[in-house]
């Protein structure tokens, strides 16, 4: 496949997914027409990341509505279709929100429902855009003196295979490389699926830009030894009040920036502060499979008898959160100035 194949798009009759699982080393694509086939990408994190996930979730709905035709569905039946969809990433509040605006469009027809989906996807790159260009107009702020440029901490970070465009935490680290403010990237190998490891530093690596893969136990030390100026993140939810649900591993960093008197940034849609989420007592954290801790490279490292526990989020309270960014500008969380939801 070409390497500047997008990493979603509808192709025909069918989305096209680059299949996350399989970087850095293979570049796969995949071409879903089922609605199982959709779910299943999600739950295998095939397709993985809150921008993302919205955009599949708006031409999922053209997968069903053809699905339907195909196979004769009644109405009832593509609604149960597009219930499930919806509700296939449950911290995802743009899931959720993309699926409902493109909902109302299925009388019209697959190709109605595509238009939508190209327009949201559109959307969404064009945030990106500028959630990295407030990101970095905030950090700017944050040099330090004698310093001219910026030792940045992520975790999970990931762009255009989990997003529409340049991606939002690293789109600001994007930026910021962009204007020469930029010395490194300290990225977590973000266990278990290794995000980080596989996908961010692969994205940084592409870009040219200077980056160290550790171990996610390590970060707290380097925050606290003062190795890392800022710690930038993406988030799937933010609630009313500031929380934020952000994969798991992001708490330690959070509360470790709050020690060192570290900016703890959040990068991420403005469509996903939900509003409907008072707390972050309010959302329900998914576990993800118990094999993906027990096991590594294929093979079981662990004893038969143990157990896992593997949540794929957890929330990070807002009092930690130095600064939400959206495409909208950069709000101070921690003083209770959050953005109004969509």
């Known amino acids: 496949m070409r390497d500047d194949m997008p990493a979603l798009s509808w192709c025909g009759s069918a989305l096209r997914v680059l299949d996350q699982t399989r970087l850095p080393t293979e570049r796969v694509f995949l071409e879903i027409t089922t609605v199982d086939g959709l779910i299943g990408a999600i739950d295998r994190a095939v397709i993985s990341g ?66 939508a989906a190209d327009a949201i996807a559109a959307e969404q790159a064009a945030a990106e855009d500028a959630i990295g ?80 893969v550790q171990p996610d136990g390590a970060a707290a030390s380097v925050i606290a030894t003062g190795l890392v100026d800022a710690a930038v993140v993406g988030a799937d939810r933010i609630a009313a009040n500031g929380d934020v649900a952000a994969g798991a591993g992001t708490l330690a960093i959070a509360l470790a920036c709050a020690d060192a008197g570290a900016p703890f940034v959040v990068a991420a849609p403005a469509g996903a502060v939900d509003a409907g989420t008072p707390n972050g007592a309010a959302i329900a954290l998914d576990l993800r499979p118990e094999e993906e801790v027990l096991s590594g490279g294929g093979h079981r490292i662990t004893p038969r008898a143990s157990r896992a526990y593997n949540p794929a989020f957890e929330v990070v309270p807002a009092r930690l959160v130095s600064a939400l960014v959206t495409e909208y500008g950069a709000y101070e969380v921690a003083r209770g100035h959050v953005p109004a939801a969509r």
């Open 50 to 115: 809150a921008p993302v996930l919205a955009i599949a979730g708006a031409y999922g709905v053209a997968v069903a509505l053809l699905q339907a035709e195909r196979e004769g569905w009644g109405g009832s039946g593509l609604d149960a279709a597009v219930d499930r969809i919806r509700s296939a990433g449950p911290v995802a509040v743009d899931l959720r929100w993309s699926v409902d605006r493109v909902r109302s469009l299925i009388p019209a027809g697959a190709d109605a429902v595509v238009r």
């Open 133 to 212: 260009a407030n990101g970095a107009d905030h950090l700017s702020g944050h040099l330090l003196a004698g310093r001219s440029r910026l030792r940045v901490l992520t975790h999970g970070g990931v762009g255009p295979p989990a997003t529409a465009g340049r991606g939002t935490a690293l789109g600001v680290i994007r930026e910021l490389n962009d204007r020469g403010l930029l010395a490194l990237v300290h990225v977590d190998e973000t266990r278990p699926l290794l995000q980080g490891s596989r996908m961010t530093a692969w994205e940084l690596a592409r870009a040219g830009i200077a980056h160290a």
